[in-house]
């Protein structure tokens, strides 16, 4: 029922910005978190930032605080990563993904995912 869709992703200069978007449906006040995901060749898919529905509370990696913002528009059900100063290290796929209730950092406590979206930063 619910689906995913990210969209945005493409290579872009160090320390340029990119603005990533995930269209969601099926969604239900219950649905209380998304999340942005990242995973690079070779490495374990990891959290980069949370948002709680419901009230905007947010989270981030260490690795992106200060540089990403994520955010959301709840009347059309998208949830939005800005990017900042991009990185190298930033390149990944990135993935949009939601579950209920509690904003947490792992991987599989999310219930549902995006397709992926491929940033790649050059230099």
């Known amino acids: 029922q619910v689906q995913l869709v990210e969209s945005g992703g493409k290579l872009v200069q160090a320390g340029g910005s990119l603005r990533l978007s995930c269209a969601a449906s099926?969604?239900?006040?219950?649905?209380?978190?998304m999340g942005w995901f990242r995973q690079a060749p070779g490495k374990e898919r990891e959290f980069v930032a949370g948002?709680?529905?419901?009230?905007?509370?947010?989270s981030y990696a260490d690795s992106v605080r200060g540089r990403f913002t994520i955010s959301r528009d709840n009347a059309k059900s998208t949830v939005y990563l800005q990017m900042n100063s991009l990185k190298p290290e930033d390149t990944a796929v990135y993935y949009c993904?939601?579950?209920?209730?509690?904003?947490?950092?792992?991987?599989?406590?999310?219930?549902?995912w995006g397709q992926g979206s491929q940033v790649t930063v050059s230099s």
């Open positions: 948002i709680r529905r419901s009230d905007g509370i947010t």
């Open positions: 993904a939601a579950r209920y209730f509690m904003l947490t950092t792992s991987p599989s406590d999310y219930d549902y």
């Open positions: 099926g969604l239900t006040v219950s649905t209380l978190v």
